[in-house]
């Protein structure tokens, strides 16, 4: 029997501190989340500074938790892998920190992930069959972005946002209709109340730009319109609201994927990120994959939301493709996808 | 008993290795590159140099704070991940305090200043514990005004009160040089540049008195002390005592 790799994750990019144990870049041992969503939702939105402070409060007993869950030890440990970008900057500085002083001690090699990267390869976890290549949509509070994975670590990006992240646009629209933070469950849940045709909010379409995204627009129109029935002194129906923009952004996020579909005879597809816990959309995709004869994979919720095993994932294929690094490790807040 | 100290409280990032004995160690750096980038190769190269191996230090010594809030968070993780890995216990030494120990021995009080923005000043009012005459010629830093966070304004009327001679030093100097020119009313100095910044040596000096004192705690309890809210909460409380006037 081959000798099982087994590493240790930190994840501390925005507002969840997280660790794990991953075996073989598939096998989750250990997956610990501690969320401050309770804490921000005072602030009506991830607060930088204050994110950074409860990592550093936790970060060590969520890393021994996660250790312990696996009924490991950090001798057992074979590389230390953590998010290093994209996120907040204070917030991934704590994580990254944490995770060199943690591997020099222990002597272990050290492994800077990118987040998204993390994201995609959440899929890995509950599909063990999967393998690249495949089309990958990223949609989370931070990111969209729209991926051809070419192979482990390898990645040609087709598009992305513009402007605001799928996520963020839900968040905004959500603090505007009164349904406070977070905006993408929040929004899900009285869609289902509302009629999605009723009103037409606009699909937006990049010029130079097939596969990039705009969601700004599409959060404007939301507010003009509030904006103007309260002029007009006409009552809101906000699930009406909340079901009609939800619509318009899952239908620009299906046509992007048919279009790449198409175009790159794609066979397996797969969604990322927060935003692919959103019933709507993930339902959305199933049927166009249904229809094009596309395999379609997507992870359990709590792989959705930031974690530490997709990290672990990803960590797992860059330490068989021999990568390392070293103790100069920085936070690179605006790390590009497929940077090295 | 052997102490790794750290500070990365401000724009110095420094290192060091002590006994009770003697300082084995220290790196201290002053440039433009990240706390994140320049921490934990110093601690590599001062362990290297050293011959030492990590296990057998018996505490970390951390600047916890104040200071800048990014900088003491990436000590506070390098700390706290090293106390994870080898199972080490955190001295939590106070920054302002620490800064105090770089001018010993002196009679006079002595007040670091590091630039807390906003008109403010991390400051506090130290003086040695046994005076030059004293027969007992161990060092001790007497704590007069524990280390908080002022504005400049208060802490001068603190020391014209006390009216004693006093030595200035920290970042926070340059800031607030003109204003103590002009409004202090006592013999006063400000520290040389060997003495002016923070250093791991005084972080570890002050956190062996502390280890010896028993004043540890486990890596993962150990927090920066930052004396300050972040902006969030404190416009949020703000908002809450407005509202409570109302």
Known sequence: ?340 | MKLLAIDSSGMVASVAVVDEEKVLGEYTINNKKTHSQTLLPMIDEVVKMLELDLEEIDAIAISEGPGSFTGLRIGSATAKGIGLALNKKIVEVPTVEALAWNVWPTDSLICPLMDARRQQAYTGLFQRKNKADSKNANCDIEVIQKQCVVKIEEMIDQINEIGQEVIFLGDGVKTFKDYIEQNIKVPFMFAPVSMNEQRAASVACLGMKLLKEGKTCSASAHKPNYLRLSQAERERQQKVRDFKIC
Do not use: W
């Open chain 1, 1 to 340: 029997m081959e000798k099982e790799v087994k590493i240790l994750a930190i994840e501390s990019s925005c507002d969840e501190t997280a660790a794990a144990v991953v075996v073989n870049g598939r096998n989750v041992r250990s997956n610990v989340i501690s969320s401050q969503i309770d804490i921000h939702t005072l602030y009506g939105g991830v607060v930088p500074e204050i994110a950074s402070r409860n990592h550093i409060e936790r970060i060590n007993q969520v890393i021994e938790q996660a250790l312990k869950d696996a009924d490991t030890t950090l001798d057992e440990i074979d590389a230390i892998g953590v998010t290093y970008g994209p996120g907040l900057v204070g917030a991934l500085l704590v994580g990254v920190a944490e995770a060199k002083a943690l591997a020099y001690a222990a002597k272990k090699p050290l492994l800077g992930v990118h987040h998204i990267e993390g994201h995609i390869c959440a899929n890995f976890i509950e599909n063990k069959g999967l393998e690249p290549p495949f089309l990958c949509l990223v949609v989370s509070g931070g990111h969209t972005h729209l991926v051809k994975v070419l192979d482990y670590g390898k990645y040609e990006i087709l598009g992305k946002t513009r402007d605001d992240a799928a996520g963020e646009a839900f968040d905004k629209v959500a603090r505007a209709i009164g349904l406070g933070y977070p905006g993408g469950p929040k929004i899900e849940k009285v869609s289902h109340e509302g009629n999605p045709q009723s009103i037409d909010f606009p699909r937006a379409k990049i010029v130079d730009g097939e596969y990039d995204f705009s969601f700004s627009g599409l959060k404007s129109a939301v507010l003009n319109y509030l904006n103007g029935c309260k002029m007009k002194n006409i009552e809101i129906n906000q699930a009406d609201v909340a079901a009609s923009f939800q619509c318009a952004v899952t239908d620009v996020l299906v046509d992007h994927v048919r279009n790449a579909i198409d175009e790159y005879k794609m066979d397996k597809f797969a969604i990322a990120g927060g935003v692919a816990s959103n019933g709507n959309i993930r339902e959305a995709l199933r049927k166009l994959c249904q229809e094009k004869g596309v395999e379609f994979y997507h992870p359990s919720p709590i792989f959705c939301t930031d974690n530490a095993a997709m990290i672990g994932v990803a960590a797992y294929y860059e330490f068989i493709n021999g990568k390392r690094d070293d103790l100069t490790l920085n936070a690179i807040p605006n790390l590009k996808l497929g940077e090295r």
